[in-house]
DNA sequence: GCCAACGTTGGC
DNA sequence: GCCAACGTTGGC
């Protein structure tokens, strides 16, 4: 299994309304970029990823997990975009957030530390692990 | 609200 | 195929 982190502004869309749309899950709509869209083609059923507020709040706040495989973006007529389905899994107890990542070394490579723009990332299974345990949350 | 970093577009 | 111009994102 994979681990992944999807940003979103809470503006845009938030933690709440993805919980509101419970088991169905809901589409990761609305990403025109490459990078992103082709990590999404390469998630499977059951991978984990963290739920991430820009801008505003700048925190890891919850857990997901891909309820779909990559299909076509809902939203464009564009055939280049494609987006997978994901559900709210739980929230973190503590949000984790970018500070406190920026703050752990063993986090320092981590892609939300470097490549702040990329909105669908990879994360790696050490990485999952430490911000569990900085979110005071289980890692299953 | 500002602006740096990045990705995309389009002229050549 | 290069690269300048432009638009967007997101941290500060």
């Known amino acids: ?3 992944w982190l999807f940003k979103s502004e809470a503006e845009v869309w938030s933690w709440d309304q993805q919980v509101a749309k419970g088991d169905a899950g809901e ?5 025109r970029n490459y990078q992103a869209r082709n990590n999404m083609r390469a ?3 059951g991978d984990r990823g963290f739920f991430y507020h820009s801008r505003a709040e700048k925190e890891i706040v919850g857990i997901v997990e891909v309820c779909a495989l ?19 899994v739980r929230p973190l107890k503590t949000p984790v957030t970018l500070a406190m ?3 752990d ?3 320092s490579e981590m892609v939300l530390v470097n490549n702040s723009r990329l909105s669908v ?20």
Not at 121 to 140: N, R
């Open 105 to 107: 070394p063993r986090l």
């Open 101 to 103: 990542c920026k703050a």
């Open 43 to 45: 998630m499977q059923i």
């Open 70 to 88: 990559a299909h076509p973006d809902s939203t464009t007529d564009d055939e280049r975009w494609e987006c997978v389905d994901i559900k709210a």
């Open 121 to 140: 990332q990879p994360v790696s299974e050490a990485e999952w692990a430490i911000i569990c345990e900085l979110g005071d949350t289980d890692p299953e």
């Open 1 to 3: 299994m994979a681990y």
């Open 27 to 31: 589409e990761w709509n609305g990403v």
